[in-house]
């Protein structure tokens, strides 16, 4: 996935392209905005641009770096997700712990928290002594659809990147093609998901499909 594959946030993209061009990275992001709009998926093809061997301003997802990001192998990128409903303490030192040394292979460090706002406090506590002095050659993204929840000693560290509802016409496209719906189907699952591209894709499902016929047959 590359900047060119991810559609209806041109802005963000736009951003995000910018600050590679213009060699004016944040060492801390926070990309925000509506539920399954695409902001973790940027997120990594971020930090596949910021590391491809073959263009500087976007990822090939061809070249070594691209894949291992691709694979979740990279050794100097990270993705740190929820667990059973928050994230704790002890992964967020894990990952602190690694960044004391430079980065192995890639020109940046890249660490990705999902669902930041997931953080438990003593989480979003060790986690702020990082942000206060982050490590070199590092750029740390925070996830959230919820970013009022996070601590504001957190959001002031953070460059805002701000993520949008997808247009229905976009998420009708990009739902037809991948479930192979027909234009008028994927056009009631994209009008009915408010905007995001997971609940279409939930809703295009082959059982919410059959539910839905059922239930206007017996209408």
Do not use: W
Request: aromatic share 4%.
């Amino acid at each position: 996935m590359s900047f060119d594959e991810i559609r209806g946030q041109e802005r963000a993209i736009k951003i995000l392209r910018q600050t590679i061009a213009n060699d004016h990275l944040a060492q801390a992001y926070l990309f925000h905005g509506p539920d399954g709009v695409g902001k973790k998926m940027t997120a990594i093809a971020f930090a596949k641009a910021l590391n491809c061997h073959a263009h500087s301003e976007d990822a090939c997802g061809h070249c070594l770096s691209c894949r291992k990001i691709s694979e979740g192998i990279h050794p100097d990128v990270t993705l740190l997700q929820q667990e059973k409903g928050e994230i704790k303490i002890g992964a967020i030192r894990e990952i602190i712990s690694g960044m004391i040394y430079r980065p192995l292979e890639a020109k940046k460090r890249v660490i990705i928290i999902d669902e930041a706002d997931k953080c438990n406090l003593s989480a979003s506590n060790a986690f702020l002594k990082t942000l206060e002095e982050p490590p070199v050659e590092t750029v740390i993204i925070l996830v959230s659809s919820s970013p009022d929840l996070l601590p504001q000693t957190v959001l002031s560290r953070c460059r805002r990147v701000s993520f949008r509802n997808i247009p229905v016409r976009i998420i009708a496209e990009i739902i037809a093609q991948e479930n192979g719906l027909s234009a008028a189907a994927a056009e009631n699952a994209a009008y009915l998901a408010d905007g995001s591209i997971s609940k279409a894709i939930a809703l295009a499902s082959t059982e919410v499909q059959q539910v839905r016929e059922d239930i206007l047959k017996g209408l």
